[in-house]
C-alpha cells in the first residue's frame, strides 16, 4: 500500500505517501516546475522552501529536451533529490488544441526520464463544452487509462488516473466509477482550472464531491492546476490530497503577490503583509524597482512561502480537529469561498459518514453555515435514528442552553431547577428535562456530557437561520415522541418567539398539554400560573 492516513478531519487526511525516491506527507503541494524557465531552481524549492516533491512537466520535457532527462536520470537532470511527479500534456491539449506525442509514447517516455509520480496522458474536458465533447473525452481518458496496464514495464512508479467530466456531474460520476475500477496509485480530478480561475468554487464543490463519492477512499485525489492557497483548505476538506501549483510563478511573472485570504498587485500595496525573509527586508516600493527578472524571483518565492506556510496550518488544524473552524475563516475572505461552503449542505450525510467521530478539541459556532458540520448533523441524526426517552416520565421540561458546560451542572440551570420544582410542585423525578441549544437542537440532560454537546462556543444571539433549525429540530422531536405534557422555559433575549409558537402549534395538532414560562419572570411565578 503506497498510501497510509495517519489524521483526519472532515474529509482531509494528513498522509504518508511512498514513492520510490522517498515518503512525502500529505496533504501536499507540489511546484510547477517549468524546465525551461523557472524563477526558483529546484534545488532551492527543497533546502530553501521545504517542498519534498515537485511536478514537472514530461511532454515539454520529451519536447524540448529528448533522451537527455533519460540519460542523466530525472532527478539529476533537474538537480532535486526530492520526489519527482510528471504530468503528461494534457494541460497542453487544453491550451494548444493538439499536442505532438502519442499516450504511448509518453507513457514509455515517464518510465525512461525514471519519474517517480506519472501521468496517462487523458483529454481534459474543459469548461464550456457540450455533453457530447464531454462524453468523448471522458470515454477516450478511461481507454487510454485502461491501454496503461498493457504498456507499462515498470511496477515501482505510481500511476495517476484523472477523472473527466467538466461540469457535467453524471459524467464526472460515471468517470470516477470506472477510473475507481482500474489499479491506479492515485485518482485526480482533470480541468478543474478553468472553474478556479473563474472564481466558480461552488461548481468546484460538486465535481471534487461528484468524484470523491465515487472513488476508492483508500487512495490519495489529486486536484490539477489548484494553486491558490487561499482555496486549499475548501479542497483539502473536501479530501483533495494533493495539489500542483504553477500560479506561484504565473502570478510572480505578472507583479500578483499572494496572500493566504487572496491576491494583491504589488503597485496597490503599501506595506507587505508577510513576515518571510523577502517581506522583512524590502518594501513593496523597493520591489517595484527592481529590475523585472528579479522582482519576480522575490515574488515567487514570497508566493510558495504564503502557499507552504497556509498548508501548514492547515495540517495543525487537521491535527486540532479544528479544521472548519479554519475554512470558514478562509471562506469569510471572499463571497466565492462562502457561496461553495454553502453547497457542502448538499453534501452533509457523506461527509458526516466519513468525518471522526470525535476530536481532542470543542467547536466554534459562529453562524448558521456552521450547522452543515458533521458534528451537528451527526447529533440530529443520532437522536432521530437511536433515541427514545426515558419510559416512565409524562413531562417535557424544555430549557435554554445555559452559558456554561454541561448544561445540567450550570447555575443558572439549578437555579430555575429549583423554582421549577416549587412551581410544579413536583419532584421533577417525573419530568425529562431536554435542552434546547444551538446548533445541536434538541439535547436530552442524560446525554450533555456526549461530546460536543459540552464542548462548544457559540455566538449569541443567534440568527435567524439557526433558529429556524433548532425550532425544526425541537418539534419534529415533539412530533416523534409521546409526551403527555411539555412545558417551555422560553428565552425571549435570545430566541425570539419562534419557539414558543412552534411549541404551541405541534402541541395543539397532538392533543398534548402545552404550558410556557418565561425565563426571567420564573422567580415571581407561582403554582398557580400554571
Ligand atoms: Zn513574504
Not at 516546475?33 to 514537472?56: H, K, S, V, Y
Not at 403527555?484 to 422560553?490: C, G, H
Not at 425571549?492 to 402549534?505: E, I, Q, R, V
Request: overall charge positive; hydrophobic content about 40%; some cysteine.
Amino acid at each position: 500500500m503506497s498510501f497510509e492516513v495517519k489524521e483526519r478531519d472532515l474529509l482531509a487526511r494528513i498522509g504518508k505517501l511512498k514513492t520510490k525516491s522517498g515518503t512525502v506527507e500529505t496533504p501536499m503541494l507540489f511546484p510547477v516546475i517549468n524546465p525551461i524557465i523557472q524563477p526558483i531552481p529546484p534545488r532551492r524549492i527543497r533546502e530553501d522552501f521545504g517542498f519534498n516533491a515537485l511536478i514537472t512537466n514530461a511532454y515539454i520535457l520529451k519536447k524540448h529536451f529528448q533522451n537527455q532527462p533519460a540519460e542523466k536520470g530525472l532527478h539529476k537532470f533537474l538537480d532535486y533529490d526530492g520526489v519527482v511527479m510528471t504530468d503528461s500534456g494534457a494541460y497542453q491539449i487544453l491550451v494548444y488544441g493538439d499536442i505532438e506525442v502519442t499516450p504511448e509514447e509518453i507513457i514509455k517516455y515517464q518510465e525512461q526520464i525514471d519519474t517517480d509520480i506519472a501521468t496517462i496522458l487523458d483529454l481534459p474536458t474543459g469548461w464550456k463544452v457540450s455533453k457530447e465533447h464531454a462524453e468523448k473525452t471522458v470515454n477516450e481518458t478511461l481507454s487510454r487509462a485502461k491501454q496503461l496496464f498493457n504498456i507499462r514495464t515498470r511496477e515501482d512508479i505510481l500511476w495517476v488516473g484523472p477523472v473527466q467530466g467538466g461540469r457535467h456531474l453524471d459524467l464526472v460520476a460515471y468517470s470516477a466509477v470506472e477510473m475507481g475500477k482500474l489499479p491506479f496509485h492515485i485518482y485526480a480530478l482533470g480541468s478543474p482550472t478553468e472553474v478556479m480561475e473563474r472564481y466558480r468554487f461552488d461548481v468546484l464543490v460538486d465535481m471534487v464531491m461528484t468524484a470523491k463519492m465515487k472513488l476508492p477512499l483508500d487512495k490519495p485525489l489529486h486536484l490539477f492546476g489548484a494553486g491558490h492557497p487561499f482555496m486549499f483548505s475548501l479542497a483539502v476538506a473536501l479530501g483533495c490530497d494533493l495539489f500542483d501549483s504553477a500560479a506561484y510563478a504565473i502570478y510572480a511573472r505578472e507583479d500578483r503577490y499572494m496572500t493566504e485570504t487572496g491576491t494583491l498587485r504589488l503597485n496597490e500595496i503599501d506595506y507587505f503583509p508577510c513576515a518571510c525573509q523577502n517581506c522583512s527586508n524590502k518594501t513593496p516600493r523597493q520591489v517595484l524597482e527592481m529590475p523585472k527578472q528579479k522582482r519576480q524571483a522575490f515574488l515567487a518565492e514570497h508566493n510558495l512561502h504564503i502557499c507552504l506556510s497556509e498548508l501548514k496550518r492547515i495540517k495543525q488544524a487537521i491535527k486540532d480537529g479544528r479544521l472548519w473552524e479554519h475554512l470558514e475563516m478562509r471562506a469569510h475572505g471572499h463571497p466565492a469561498l462562502l457561496q461553495a461552503l454553502k453547497k457542502l449542505k448538499k453534501y452533509e450525510d457523506f461527509i458526516e459518514k466519513h468525518s471522526p467521530a470525535t476530536k481532542k478539541s470543542g467547536l466554534f459556532f459562529f453562524n448558521s453555515v456552521g450547522l452543515v458540520r458533521p458534528e451537528v448533523v451527526q447529533h440530529r441524526k443520532r437522536l432521530a435514528e437511536r433515541y427514545s426517552p426515558p419510559n416512565d416520565v409524562e413531562i417535557l421540561l424544555l430549557m435554554p442552553q445555559t452559558q456554561s458546560k454541561p448544561f445540567h451542572k450550570a447555575k443558572e440551570f439549578r437555579k430555575n431547577e429549583k423554582l421549577l420544582k416549587k412551581i410544579l410542585k413536583t419532584d421533577l423525578s417525573k419530568v425529562h428535562v431536554c435542552f434546547y441549544t444551538a446548533p445541536f437542537g434538541i439535547v436530552p440532560i442524560e446525554l450533555d456530557e456526549v461530546y460536543p454537546l459540552s464542548q462548544h462556543e457559540v455566538a449569541l444571539p443567534l440568527d435567524g437561520e439557526t433558529i429556524a433549525y433548532v425550532v425544526n429540530n425541537a418539534t419534529e422531536y415533539i412530533n416523534r415522541t409521546n409526551y403527555k405534557t411539555i412545558i417551555l422555559v422560553n428565552d425571549p433575549n435570545n430566541w425570539n418567539y419562534k419557539l414558543l409558537n412552534a411549541c404551541k402549534k405541534v402541541c395543539k395538532q397532538k392533543h398534548i398539554k402545552f404550558k410556557a414560562l418565561n425565563m426571567e419572570s420564573l422567580g415571581s411565578m407561582k403554582a398557580n400560573n400554571l
